[in-house]
Structure formats: C-alpha cells, structure tokens
C-alpha cells in the first residue's frame, strides 16, 4: 500500500499526479487527509482523501509520499501523527517519497542526511549534505526518492511505479 499524506495547503500537481500514475500501474494508493476527509489544496482544490490519518495501517505500507506546497508541508510538520508515521516508514525498511519543499521534512527527520536528493530550488541547504544539484528532476538514492517541483510531477510518478513494480512497467504507463 502507497500512503499519499494530504495536508491542508498540498500542491495538487505533485499529489494528484503520482496518484494518478500509481494507479494505472496497479498500485494500491490512498490519500491520507492529515486534517480531516476533505482538503484543500494550495489552489483551493477540494480532495476527499481515502482514508484520516487515524486511519493509517502502518502494517500494509509499502512507500509514503510527501507532496509539496509550504502550507502542505506545514501541515504535515505540525502533525506528529504524520511525522511518526513518515519515520516509521524511512526506520521499517519503506520506500520513502517527497516533492518539491517536501524533502525538508526529510530532512527534520535525518532522512536525507548523507544521502543524494533533490527538492524546489532554493531548498538544498535544508536537506543536509550531500546533495544534488537543483538541475535534477527527480534522484533516487535506494529506499528514498526525491523531485523538485510541481513540473516534475510526472517523472516523480514514474519513478515511483518503477520503484514498485519495475522500469519496464513504468515505460508502458508512459506509452499508454
């Protein structure tokens, strides 16, 4: 199971976009309103989330994701439900996902320290050390993966598919 956390403020690109893509590769997603059933995005987007944060079997989780936006992420810092729930996946082995500002929360965490990733221009010296640089779309480092923005919704997506179920089935998501 993908556990998409949605905090009040999220950048509906960067959330309903891998969504998306994880689905039409058979993968089993929820959104997870972090304030309630229904949130609003950064643009005023109204998402009713699959499940409440209370919600959360920990058990069945196979990958979180992390969508960006500063109030999303505000949301989710100021959460400790959602951060334990981000640690527990990062300390039982899960893959670990975040876009855009997402990754600082990552940082919070001790996630990306001495680990490659990338997140919104600007950001970088937020994640620890090292790095990569803001050029990267999308960096994947073993369990964690990390994109820069909204504009790289897509590949982060992909990414995602083709850490779950492999390359080849995120090549035929793009040719479909």
Known sequence: MVYVLLGTGFEEVE???PVDLL???????????????VVYGSHGIGVEADLELGQLDLTALDMIVLPGGLKGVASIR???AAMEAVRFAWENGKYTAAICAAPTVLADLGITQGRKA???PGFEPDLGTPYATDTA???VDGRLITAASAGCAVPFGLALVAALKGREVAKQIVIR
Request: include cysteine; aromatic fraction near 4%; proline fraction near 0%.
């Open 78 to 80: 100021a959460s400790q």
């Open 118 to 120: 990338t997140c919104y």
């Open 23 to 37: 689905r039409r590769a058979g993968v089993s997603v929820a959104t997870v309103g972090i304030n309630g059933k």
């Open 15 to 17: 959330a309903i976009t």
């Open 137 to 139: 779309a999308v960096v």
